[in-house]
């Protein structure tokens, strides 16, 4: 299922996994799950699914489907205790600008009740809040993407003054040029990098076809949180399992430092098996990739 369809104690890990520093600045890097990953799932059982990814050995989550002080059909200050209960720390989240035909009913986007939306993120120990995706009409024209710039920064503000920061997440439409120019182009020059921060969703990259490296050595510092997917072999389209596919992670983690890295989060749209299988592997793998 496609993004835009939600746009509308003892099982701690035992070992908590971090990775090697590969000169970062902040030395030991905590395994993060998006949970979207597990969107067939959490909503079904949000306490069960917490316990299980704590097992797995995910010390840090990055939310999405925030509606109305709700996550899950939990309050904030519930599914917050229920993060911590589990030892771990909800470092990031996923939000609509609220702009498209979808986004627009959701209390709790950029164009609707982002205060409060701001005012829970704090409360649930968030450091950054993420636009996660633009609806089509949201983006046909470079006018389109300009404006949505203007709003970003102007709400990034908002953000800042809860001691918050805000972030973006590409997809790979972005990358696709409009007349002679390349969308995410101009969003890396009209998003105030001093306000905002970029998500880079490195499959997404990928499968655009523009190299992760380069982004990084051009833009150095402006990409704080990554989304790690893999990508198959056969099929460019299907995620593979963190480390069974054809993205080289290792390098791209090598340039961690520059990149301005401070989270990073597993991401699974499509899975091999099981999706709660999938995050089971990609912890394991990602630990020995990088180990």
Known sequence: MKRRKFIQSGAMAAAALTLPSFGLTVPRKKIGLQLYSLRDIIFKDPEGTLKKIAEYGYQELETFGYNNGKLFGKTISEFSKLVSDFGMKATSGHYSTGQG?????????????????????????????????????????????????????????????????????????????????????????????????????????????????????????????????????????????????????????????ESGLKHFYIEQETYPSSSAESIKNCSANIKKMLG
Request: hydrophobic share 35%; with cysteine; net charge negative.
């Open 101 to 257: 035909k979808m986004g627009g009913n959701i209390q709790g986007s950029l164009k609707n009740g982002w205060e409060k939306a701001c005012t829970d993120a704090k409360t649930l120990g968030q450091e950054y809040m993420v636009i996660a995706y633009l609806e089509e009409d949201e983006r046909k024209t470079l006018d389109d993407y300009r404006r949505t710039c203007e709003l970003i920064n102007k709400q990034a503000e908002v953000c800042k003054a809860h001691g918050l920061r805000m972030g973006y997440h590409n997809h790979a439409f972005e990358f696709e040029p409009i007349g002679n120019e390349i969308p995410y182009h101009i969003m890396l020059k009209e998003l105030d990098p001093k306000l905002v921060s970029m998500e880079m969703d490195i499959y997404w990259v990928v499968y655009a076809n523009h190299d992760p490296l380069k982004m990084i050595a051009d833009h150095p510092g402006r990409f704080e949180q990554w989304h790690v997917k893999d990508m198959r072999q056969d099929d460019r389209k299907l995620n593979a399992d963190v480390g069974t596919g054809i993205i080289d992670f290792k390098s791209i983690f090598a340039k961690a430092s």
